[in-house]
């Protein structure tokens, strides 16, 4: 389906001075609620203004995946929703999903079937409905695509009004600063690519995250300097193939370590991780770590 702007489907048109989202693609509006009088359904527990009520987040899979659901929680924490980790407390759910490895996907329908039977309002992200948008399993859930979730308020605000927004199709990559809430407020998980270059039988992402596009030396430099600034003294450089990246703007990975190293300060931590591989900083002066992995790379 094509990009569409103002448009209920199934109900003819928005109604005057109704205005969805653009670039939407499938808004449906949800079953009039036919609660018994006297009976509120849960769906219309939480207040009406947008930005006062709670999310609750979880997130499935990759170092990716986890900075794709900071910078969610970010810009939902900025208009002023809550954030919990509590699903109980949650108005609606935000579930960030992964395709690698089965086990995940179990748990994202698990997790989407407990949230139907809570009658919690869904929005669901990540690898599994940009891959496979067909999935019984998300039938009458928003979605946001991989390369959307810059506009994940939208479609929080409008899940809440009762409508299904989906926003499937590819465009530029997400902006680096946007607003972030960390995991760990001490750890910035930097993605320097998306997609890749290969098209492995077995692996499900290249579906999802489609071919090898790389952020610019300069754009990832900046976010160094602004997260360092904020008091972030681990950096992750993430993706789904680490060792491509630059190939499809002329650079490669020993520039942009070069280049991030320059903008270190002296004084950083050196705490090695067990989960990842520690590329050697390319100056001595640097203590801080940089830590790279293939996010897509089963292990």
């Not at 993605?191 to 754009?219: E, F, M």
């Amino acid at each position: 389906m094509e990009d569409i702007e103002d448009l209920l489907v199934g109900s003819g048109g928005a109604p005057p001075g109704f205005r969805l989202p653009l670039n939407a693609v499938g808004v449906n509006p949800r079953k009039k609620n036919t609660a018994k009088p006297g009976k509120i359904s849960p769906m219309n527990d939480s207040p009406k203004i947008p930005g006062t009520q709670t999310i609750y987040v979880k997130t499935f899979g990759c170092s990716h995946n986890q900075s794709d659901s900071e910078y969610m929680a970010g810009q939902l924490s900025a208009f002023g929703y809550a954030l919990s980790d509590n699903p109980e407390e949650g108005d609606l759910w935000l579930i960030n999903t992964c395709t690698v490895k089965n086990p995940s996907q179990s748990a994202m329908n698990t997790l989407i079937t407990k949230g139907r039977s809570a009658k919690k309002p869904l929005v669901v992200a990540g690898c599994v409905p940009q891959g496979s948008r067909d999935l019984k399993e998300l039938e009458g859930v928003s979605i946001v695509g991989v390369q959307q979730i810059d506009r994940v308020v939208e479609v929080v605000e409008e899940t809440l009004k009762g409508h299904e927004v989906r926003l499937l199709n590819h465009k530029t990559l997400p902006a680096l600063d946007l607003p972030k809430v960390r995991k760990n407020k001490f750890v910035e998980i930097l993605p320097i690519n998306v997609g890749c270059l290969g098209a492995c039988t077995y692996c499900k992402t290249k579906h999802a995250r489609g071919h090898l596009g790389s952020y610019t030396v300069d754009s990832l430099v900046e976010r160094v300097k602004t997260v360092v600034a904020d008091g972030v003294r681990e950096i992750w450089l993430s993706s789904e193939d680490t060792g491509a990246y630059g190939r499809d703007i002329g650079v490669n990975l020993p520039i942009l370590l070069n280049a991030i190293v320059e903008e270190l300060p002296p004084d950083g931590i050196h705490k090695p991780h067990h989960d990842f591989y520690r590329l050697k900083p390319l100056r001595n002066t640097a203590t801080y770590d940089i830590l790279c992995r293939n996010t897509a790379t089963p292990h």
